[in-house]
């Protein structure tokens, strides 16, 4: 989940009157080793009051822009605005860094009164475990023997 | 009864856990119920107090289970009984693919390739040829009711043929090692139309016999054929190329540590001067499918000395037979060098060797080649053969091969660039693009050498429709570049689905083993 953690009503805009810029970033598996597999909107978003661009720069990298009307509110203490799923590239364990950068558009998020909010996306990191299983070959034995009858011995 | 089957069991993610195995029936026996980490068990199949019964068809099952952990495996067991002892049981049944039936002009190495099965177990293939009248008695036998003179056996390789282990492998013992090769170097066979014991020329019938564990035998032959002798017509008198064999280690044979790998190479000089430079800079050894290093060539292994004296010529068992203007005994004197082999003139010798570390490779099957590239630029593998490694140990290697994920059958096919290059002299590769059906194919003679690289491959496995298939035997994968490399040795032939893991998707490549009859250019 990756959202505001907000400690008061916030109000992000851009320049236009119509359309409002919430936010954008970029998404960036540092080495490589995670794939962004997709990206939505969270539950903490109607999504009548908002919409998602994504722009996919590489299967590790993807760049964000969320889009709101003005106006557009959210209450304190709301979470989950957008939804990122990564998927490790081998089943291999990694631990791998998820940066979170800001390049995308020049955001002015700013509160009510339109005072400007200082915002800080924070990277870290995602411990891929290796898939666990217990394989063994041949999947199955097939086996043949002579028995004189069913008394005899097995030959 | 069929003898004892090895389950090997590699997990993956559990770190090092003992695993429990356990059997649910009392005719199932374990050789250990205890595995520390990764490794194998031998099951067997045991009758106390007649608990088998009557019962024609039984089923069992082999649990696997770590209880640290709560993962378990389960691996179903079949036992079939043939309660008519007096009637025995079934003969072997299988085929010989390749060489094909009357197939002629044929040169240097072929494979004689095929697969087997039996309903209890087999015990061998055998290869012979027809005697000729070049042949001394003493080198003749007689096997059901034919004279022949034995080339060798054959050696079954796991996995080598997943079409006859999808066909029959819930109904027969040890479907997975079905396939079976002998390669066989055909200059060494008579000169029947020169009436001499080497050369290979001329019409030749090859006899291959299978032997199940009871003694029964069969005659193998061409598919849907019934069974019977294999003629091929030899042309070595217009041989155009480099030949030679591996000696050691030998077909099938088992090494550990560190052993010398010896062999020979010749190429004919026709006029031409072709010979193969002493120094063995073009004589490069590749096992499974990656080249490991150069031979060092011009020794003998005669009674003149190794290095041969500038003035003396080489009177081992190659140069006896190519030396001469007929074949001889080996360490016959030769006095000049009446042949076409420039490598066989005063001070040279044909052998080659080169110092294997075994000890790099995972315990298993593997395959050996060596590439020789004479002096007008013609390259040839040679000695292509799979061999056993047993050191103890289960390396990285064969864990991340044996375990390599296989992807959901949902996972999409990607259109993806592809290179590819054939062949032992590592020449340019070129793009592979998809057929009209969205696959990738390409054709590999057998015994020949093949290279697929895939941007981005994590890893590969041959899709043979069993739960886990490592990669064929003979083949490797880079793991640093995702660079696949293959030999496919004696036994493969026919198609081979490789699946390539990569970041994105899955790439599927068809490789077709042809057989490697090569028909003299001359």
């Not at chain 2, 061998?124 to 005697?131: E, K, S």
């Not at chain 2, 050498?449 to 886990?468: F, I, M």
């Amino acid at each position: 989940m990756i959202g505001p953690v907000s400690d008061k009503e916030r109000l992000c805009h851009r320049n236009s009157h119509f359309i409002r810029a919430i936010d954008g970033l970029t998404i960036r598996s540092v080495s490589g080793n995670l794939a962004i597999a997709s990206v939505r909107l969270g539950a903490g978003v109607n999504v009548q009051d908002v919409q998602l661009l994504v722009n996919q720069r590489s299967s590790s990298e993807v760049g964000v822009l969320i889009v709101g009307r003005v106006g557009t509110r959210w209450p304190v203490g709301t979470r989950e605005l957008l939804v990122v799923d990564v998927t490790p590239n081998s089943a291999a364990a990694v631990v791998e860094r998820l940066e979170l950068t800001d390049t995308i558009v020049i955001r002015e998020a700013t509160d009510e009164r339109a005072a400007p909010v200082k915002t800080e996306w924070v990277g870290g990191t995602i411990k891929v475990s290796e898939d666990q299983r217990l394989p063994v070959s041949p999947a199955s034995l097939v086996f043949g023997a002579i028995k004189n009858g069913a008394e005899g011995a097995l030959t | 009864m069929t003898p004892a089957q090895t389950i090997t069991v590699l997990p993956t993610g559990l770190g090092i856990v003992d695993l429990v195995a356990t059997v649910d029936q009392p005719w199932l026996k374990l050789s250990t119920t205890i595995i520390r980490g990764a490794g194998s068990i031998d099951v067997s199949i045991i009758n106390p107090n007649n608990v088998l019964g009557a019962s024609p068809d039984l089923t069992a099952s082999v649990v696997i289970r770590s209880p640290a952990t709560g993962h378990s495996v389960t691996v179903p067991v079949r036992l079939r009984v043939n309660l008519n002892a007096a009637g025995g049981s079934a003969r072997p049944i299988g085929v010989v693919d390749t060489p094909r039936h009357e197939v002629s002009g044929v040169t240097g190495t072929i494979g004689v390739t095929g697969w087997v099965l039996d309903d209890i177990a087999i015990n061998m293939v055998r290869v012979y040829r027809f005697c000729v009248p070049a042949d001394p008695a003493e080198a003749c036998q007689t096997v059901l009711g034919y004279r022949v003179v034995e080339l060798g056996k054959a050696v079954q390789v796991e996995g080598a043929r997943p079409d006859v282990e999808k066909a029959f492998g819930s109904a027969y013992p040890n479907a997975a090692r079905a396939g079976w090769g002998l390669a066989i170097l055909t200059p060494m066979l008579p000169d029947v139309t020169g009436n001499k014991s080497h050369g290979g020329v001329g019409a030749i019938d090859l006899l291959v016999v299978a032997v199940d564990a009871e003694g029964q035998t069969t005659v193998l032959g061409p598919p849907a054929s019934g069974g019977h002798p294999i003629r091929i017509t030899l042309a070595n008198d217009r041989m155009d190329r480099p030949f030679g064999n591996i000696d050691t280690p030998a077909q099938g044979g088992t090494v550990s540590g560190g052993i010398p790998v010896f062999g020979w190479v010749l190429t004919p000089d026709r006029g031409d001067a072709a010979t193969i430079p002493i120094n063995g800079s073009t004589i490069t050894v590749f096992i499974d499918g990656q080249p490991v290093g150069k031979a060092v060539y011009n020794q003998c292994r005669g009674t003149v000395g190794n290095p041969v004296p500038t003035l003396a010529y080489c009177n081992d068992d190659v140069s006896s037979v190519f030396g001469h203007g007929a074949p001889q005994a080996t360490f016959t004197p030769r006095l000049a060098n009446p042949g076409m082999y420039r490598n066989l003139d005063a001070g040279r010798g044909p052998i080659g060797s080169f110092l294997l570390d075994t000890t790099t490779l995972a315990d298993g099957m593997h395959s050996i080649a060596w590439s020789v590239t004479d002096s007008l630029g013609r390259t040839e593998g040679i000695g292509s053969r799979n061999f056993n490694v047993m050191n103890g140990s289960v390396s990285t290697a064969i864990t991340s091969a044996a375990v390599a994920e296989r992807p959901m059958a949902g996972d999409v096919q990607l259109v993806a660039p592809v290179r590819a290059r054939t062949g032992f002299d590592q020449g340019e590769f070129r793009s592979l693009a998809p057929g009209e059906d969205g696959e990738y194919r390409i054709d590999v003679r057998q015994l020949d050498r093949v290279e697929l690289q895939v941007a981005g491959t994590t890893a590969v496995y041959l899709d043979n429709s069993a739960e886990q298939a490592p990669m064929p035997i003979g083949a490797t994968i880079d793991t640093a570049t995702g660079a696949f490399a293959w030999t496919p040795g004696p036994a493969f032939i026919g198609d081979y689905t490789l699946v390539f893991t990569t970041e994105a998707g899955v790439v599927r490549i068809i490789v077709t083993v042809t057989p490697d009859v090569r028909l003299s250019m001359r």
